[in-house]
């Protein structure tokens, strides 16, 4: 799976709604038929549109599970990308009552480095703050984020008689907003069903409901006698009164015996009673009436609900049509054109953590490499080997007693596994003596011992694995990293005879991902050793997708300090570029200059990669290790690894504080790296 020939050039636009009822859907939808107009390579994507799904979505962010619904939306978007360059992805509309539609746009649009539309509605009144709410929205949305601002479309504009002509030019030339496209009010557009109606008031028609699929454009509530202008009204227009007031209802039948159209009726406060049912047998002889229990103050809602989200997403042959009419004010082609001056995406860097998460799972499931956990008995184990198996991210295997694997697994209502992938200490270690004294003869290792050495599961596994029954090794959730990689170093060996074995992290900031070497092994690294850990680790990065920019970090910024340690970075510059003069490295670099764009135009302002690294070589063992649990824990990073590098085959040893999910996504590594 090759990152920049499935990533190059593929978009993701996103609709974010300003506030309620703004028509969303529809004007979600116009946008993707005015960017078909220009290119087929188009999808469009309304993950939210049933309510169970948002209710759903909502139950995640109470238990705090958010990131399993921006996983599932990333691997849609990314298996539409699979025929596609361009995904237009409905936000969540804001609902009455609801405070999630905000958070969930926000996290969306981040986690997809979305291309972000915003749809607003605003009145007259509004318009002249149109810029001012655009650009609250931009900090809300977009702050922190590679998450970029297309600019805003403008809907339900100049709904007053003589705004929208009046208006539009002056909307469409707000600068700081970006205004895509003015959209005019259209009342057909925002109509709805004599059937939606009934439904939303829980109604009873006194017609024959072949009319009910008739659209009611236009409503308008009668509280006294002059307000009755029925020669006014159409036959799509809706009348609303109250049954209580009877003197209404009488001027209203009056009215109608000579009025040649027939608007629809509806009754409130309706209750049985022989004046009321008179007076509905005679309206019922001249128009179309319809009558509920439900008060005028409940239907006001209501009504309001059916104007402000029509339900054009159930009738999609209305949906369409509308859309296109409302696509004509959408320029296809310059919303393209703003997209693809935006060259990222083709390093993985640059991916975020949802992105990332996706990319390495995707990575391992192409792999199809079979990875082993020696620790059976910890319950993360059995959870993560049970999550891996069953996305296919690797083929799992385990060490240990299969029956007695199956009982805990049956108690934390995971599936059996089967017998073929279960290693038992008792069938394997006699068959492994002989190759284990081989290795190990040289240190007066014999049958006995090596016998010995075998009843431990992480021996076990490294003669599994030198033998190639299995491609890599996960563990240390309950072995310490030294008792982890001990026997890798003995059986597995180094690469080069000799040579440095060392660690790295994926850190995944909300806003890039990057790597993190040596946290996990090597304790005071010499000028060649860090030299060796990060030619190392450019080339672990290259494997994962990364275009390499190497910061060899420091308490000193290039010239600015002096010191021991500030030497021993100097001299593996030096090396690494004597070595590779190719690479993309520099150092002595603090960690700011090296990661933040502005402070590394004020400390190194020379320097290639400054403010751009997305690898960070630490000089020694305390700086790193402390580093990587700082940035995880303070800003809730996730932190992938360590992955051990140097050795002939992959082994890598985990945190005794690891998680499923980190499980899990060591897992994916291995089976990349193997």
Not at 65 to 83: G, R, W
Not at 257 to 264: H, K, L, T
Not at 416 to 421: A, G
Not at 494 to 519: H, M, N, P, Y
Request: glycine fraction near 6%.
């Amino acid at each position: 799976m090759n990152l920049k020939k499935n990533r190059h050039n593929k978009r993701v636009i996103m609709t974010l709604p300003l506030g309620f009822g703004v028509g969303s859907h529809v004007v979600s939808y116009s946008l993707y038929l005015a960017l078909k107009s220009v290119e087929d390579s188009v999808t469009f994507l309304s993950p939210f549109m049933e309510q169970s799904k948002l209710a759903a979505c909502e139950e995640h962010i109470e238990k705090k599970s958010f990131q399993t619904v921006l996983d599932n939306i990333c691997a849609l978007v990314e298996q539409a990308f699979e025929k596609n360059r361009w995904v237009v992805l409905e936000g969540v509309c804001q609902i009455l009552g609801s405070a999630s539609a905000s958070y969930i746009n926000a996290r969306l649009s981040k986690a997809l480095r979305a291309h972000v539309v915003f749809i607003t509605c605003p009145t007259l009144q509004q318009t002249e703050l149109l810029e001012r709410h655009v650009a609250l929205s931009k900090n809300i949305y977009l702050e922190n984020s590679r998450a970029k601002s297309l600019g805003v479309i403008v809907n339900k504009f100049g709904f007053e008689e003589g705004v929208f002509e009046k208006n539009r030019q002056n909307v469409s030339a707000l600068k700081a907003s970006n205004v895509l496209a003015v959209i005019p009010w259209d009342k057909e557009l925002f109509s709805f069903s004599v059937e939606d109606l009934l439904e939303k008031v829980k109604g009873l028609p006194f017609f024959k409901m072949e009319d009910g699929a008739r659209l009611i454009t236009s409503f308008q509530y009668i509280f006294a006698p002059r307000d009755v202008r029925v020669e006014e009204q159409t036959h799509t227009h809706l009348l609303i009164i109250s049954s209580r007031h009877v003197e209404g209802l009488e001027h209203l039948l009056k009215a109608l015996e000579e009025c040649r159209e027939r608007p629809f009726i509806l009754v409130t406060d309706s209750a049985k009673n022989s004046v009321q049912s008179d007076l509905y047998k005679k309206l019922a002889k001249c128009t179309n009436l319809m009558t509920t229990s439900k008060k005028v103050e409940e239907l006001m809602v209501g009504l309001g609900s059916l104007v402000l989200f029509p339900p054009l997403e159930q009738d999609l042959e209305r949906l369409e049509v509308k859309a296109k009419t409302l696509a004509r004010f959408i320029h296809g082609a310059k919303i393209i054109e703003k997209c693809e001056r935006d060259k990222e995406g083709e390093d993985a860097s640059l991916l975020t953590p949802t992105q990332f998460r996706y990319f390495i799972k995707s990575r391992a499931k192409f792999a199809k490499k079979t990875i082993l956990l020696p620790e059976s008995g910890d319950d993360r184990v059995l959870k993560a080997a049970s999550i891996a198996k069953s996305e296919g991210i690797a083929n799992i295997a385990l060490v240990g007693d299969l029956e007695t694997i199956n009982k805990r697994c049956k108690e934390l209502s995971l599936k059996p596994f089967l017998e073929k992938e279960v290693f038992s200490i008792e069938k394997e270690a006699p068959a492994l003596v002989n190759a284990l004294v081989e290795i190990r003869k040289h240190k007066g290792m014999n049958g006995q011992s090596a016998l010995k050495a075998l009843q431990s599961p992480i021996v076990l596994s490294t003669m599994l694995l030198k033998s190639k029954r299995v491609d890599g090794i996960v563990a240390g959730a309950s072995t310490t990293t030294a008792d982890t990689i001990r026997p890798a170093f003995q059986i597995i060996k180094t690469r080069d005879q000799g040579g440095q074995v060392s660690s790295l992290f994926f850190i995944c900031f909300e806003k890039k991902t990057v790597i993190f070497a040596d946290c996990a092994v090597s304790v005071d690294p010499s000028a060649s050793e860090i030299a060796s850990i990060a030619i190392e680790t450019s080339k672990t990065a290259a494997k994962f997708g990364f275009d390499p920019k190497i910061a060899l970090l420091s308490y000193s910024t290039l010239e600015s300090g002096k010191g021991v340690s500030v030497d021993k970075v100097k001299e593996a510059l030096k090396i690494i570029r004597a070595q590779d003069s190719s690479l993309k490295v520099d150092g002595p670099l603090q960690f700011d200059a090296a990661f933040e764009e502005e402070t590394a135009k004020i400390k190194a302002g020379d320097s290639l990669i400054a403010g751009d690294a997305n690898i960070y070589i630490f000089p020694s063992l305390d700086a790193g290790n402390i580093a990587y649990k700082a940035a995880t824990k303070v800003s809730g990073s996730l932190a992938i690894g360590p992955v051990l590098q140097g050795l002939n085959q992959p082994v890598n040893d985990l945190s005794r504080g690891a998680g499923v999910d980190d499980i899990v996504y060591t897992i994916a590594v291995t089976a990349i790296s193997s």
